[in-house]
Nanobody, 124 residues
Framework: QVQLVGSGGGSVQAGGSLRLSCIVSPYTYDSYCMGWFRQAPGQEREGVASRVKDGSTSYADSVKGRFTISQGNAKNILDLQMNSLKPEDTAMYYC??????????????????WGQGTQVTVSS
């Protein structure tokens, strides 16, 4: 059974940074397609960033140049570095994984395994 645990959320002021981490098991993160998604109150869940097995990454237009996916402290940890945060980035952030997925951040329905979510709040 694939399990994911997300962490690293918090409250920051606009312009600040946060680093989210997703611990995936039982295999290393490059065994899966992995993605980061977010959901603000009253809004649909949307894709933020994704990484497919060949290592290629995709980002939502709203976060390009500010957010970066990278390996965390271990090979079963995938991080999302978030810089230059804006109030509109406020949301619950979720990491997700699956064995196969299409590239891009729109493939939300292809992810069957989800972490519990971590809250990011950006104040102006």
């Amino acid at each position: 059974q694939v399990q994911l645990v997300g962490s690293g959320g918090g409250s920051v002021q606009a312009g600040g940074s946060l680093r989210l981490s997703c611990i995936v098991s039982p295999y290393t993160y490059d065994s899966y397609c992995m993605g980061w998604f977010r959901q603000a109150p009253g809004q649909e869940r949307e894709g933020v960033a994704s990484r497919v097995k060949d290592g290629s990454t995709s980002y939502a237009d709203s976060v390009k140049g500010r957010f970066t996916i990278s390996q965390g402290n271990a090979k079963n940890i995938l991080d999302l570095q978030m810089n230059s945060l804006k109030p509109e980035d406020t949301a619950m952030y979720y990491c997700a994984a699956d064995w196969r997925c299409d590239p891009g951040v729109r493939a939300i329905k292809q992810y069957r395994f989800w972490g519990q979510g971590t809250q990011v709040t950006v104040s102006s």
